[in-house]
T-cell receptor, first 112, second 115 residues
Framework: QKEVEQDPGPLSVPEGAIVSLNCTYS??????FMWYRQYSRKGPELLMY????GNKEDGRFTAQVDKSSKYISLFIRDSQPSDSATYLC????????????FGSGTRLSIRP | GAGVSQSPSNKVTEKGKDVELRCDPI?????LYWYRQRLGQGLEFLIY????????KSGLPSDRFSAERTGESVSTLTIQRTQQEDSAVYLC?????????????FGPGTRLTVL
């Protein structure tokens, strides 16, 4: 079992829709949870992170972590064609020696 | 520079040749990571350098792969006797452990094609 599991998609939604992207993880030691966005032929860029359980909002993006169910979510409101990209979730432990483990990424397409 | 840089951006090589990939992290970032990303796949962890600590090499797929880092600066990833299955994008990332949560800044990657 991979430590971080993510549905690869692809996911296609119309412009303006609310998008929900999800991951599950298995390692109880994970404390930090990140979302990266990767455009085609580019390196991933950090979108948001949360520490432990809870929600974090940044503009149209909301990250949510439920440690009891080991579930990570990213919501995108009022989705735009420019949001079309691959979204990767990632998790790591508290220690600086902990590796950052990535999900396989979900390919998202926003239709104009 | 302002971000992580990698060179070359593209590398085409013949099976059996050795290749060396370079990563210049953001100045002051003590942590440096190498990942491999095959077409349409997620990031596969290869190796992690943190300051003067022994690197975490647990992700290196075989002894043909090795990496070095000089202090807290440049890193090189070497693949010896390349195989066709080594074809992938090799991504480097750096982060500052002083900045939670150790969010990584990625370079643009080196696209390796082994013929």
């Amino acid at each position: 079992q991979k430590e971080v599991e993510q549905d690869p998609g692809p996911l296609s939604v119309p412009e303006g829709a609310i998008v929900s992207l999800n991951c599950t993880y298995s390692n109880s030691a994970f404390q930090y949870f990140m979302w990266y966005r990767q455009y085609s032929r580019k390196g991933p860029e950090l979108l948001m992170y949360t520490y432990s359980s809870g929600n974090k909002e940044d503009g149209r993006f909301t990250a949510q972590v439920d440690k009891s169910s080991k579930y990570i979510s990213l919501f995108i409101r009022d989705s735009q064609p420019s949001d079309s990209a691959t979204y990767l979730c990632a998790s790591t432990g508290y220690s600086s020696a902990s590796k950052i483990i990535f999900g396989s990424g979900t390919r998202l397409s926003i239709r104009p | 520079g302002a971000g992580v840089s990698q060179s070359p951006s593209n590398k085409v090589t013949e099976k059996g040749k050795d290749v060396e990939l370079r990563c210049d992290p953001i100045s002051g970032h003590t942590a440096l990571y190498w990942y491999r990303q095959r077409l349409g796949q997620g990031l596969e962890f290869l190796i992690y350098f943190q300051g003067n600590s022994a690197p975490d090499k647990s992700g290196l797929p075989s002894d043909r792969f090795s990496a070095e880092r000089t202090g807290e600066s440049v890193s090189t990833l070497t693949i010896q006797r390349t195989q066709q299955e080594d074809s992938a994008v090799y991504l480097c990332a750096s982060s500052s452990l002083q900045a939670a949560p150790r969010g990584q800044f990625f370079g643009p990657g080196t696209r390796l094609t082994v013929l």
